[in-house]
């Protein structure tokens, strides 16, 4: 299965913010939308990423405004992205190995969508569903 094919069930939809404005004005955003990360995009361009995990390590942690300090002082800037040929096998892996949660999608440098840890586990379970399936299927002689 590929990002594209996850892509097609779940929706391109994708949601971001300027890094001009306050983290704070971000963690709304991201609350309404009921989301953990949020694309940090300007004219067109992926800046960054910025999520919950940021929030509480930059700015919780450190004992530091949300209101005063801007998107840009804390967000992830070197974002990993993937391809929407990109295997479910070679997403699971960067997000193990990077220890990320979100994949944006880009194709040719335009963000496409973005893909979660929880999007990429739920393709491998339907996968597997659909393997058990078919395996029972054909152990049971059934068509």
Not at 62 to 80: G, P, Y
Request: hydrophobic share 40%; with cysteine; aromatic share 4%.
């Amino acid at each position: 299965m590929t990002v594209n094919q996850i892509l097609a069930v779940k929706g391109k939809e994708v949601y971001s913010v300027l890094p001009s404005i306050t983290v704070f004005e971000a963690l709304v955003s991201m609350s309404d939308k009921n989301i953990g990360a949020i694309l940090v995009v300007e004219d067109t361009i992926l800046k960054g990423i910025l999520s919950e995990r940021d929030y509480a390590r930059k700015i919780a942690l450190k004992d530091k405004s949300s209101k005063e300090t801007l998107v840009h002082e804390i967000m992830a800037s070197n974002v990993i992205t993937v391809k929407p040929s990109d295997d479910l096998d070679y997403c699971m892996e960067l997000m193990y190995t990077k220890k990320i949660r979100h994949l944006p999608v880009l194709e040719n440098e335009t963000i496409i969508g973005i893909i979660s840890i929880g999007d990429v586990v739920k393709s491998i379970i339907d996968l597997q569903k659909e393997t058990i399936n078919y395996l029972d299927s054909y152990i049971n002689g059934k068509s």
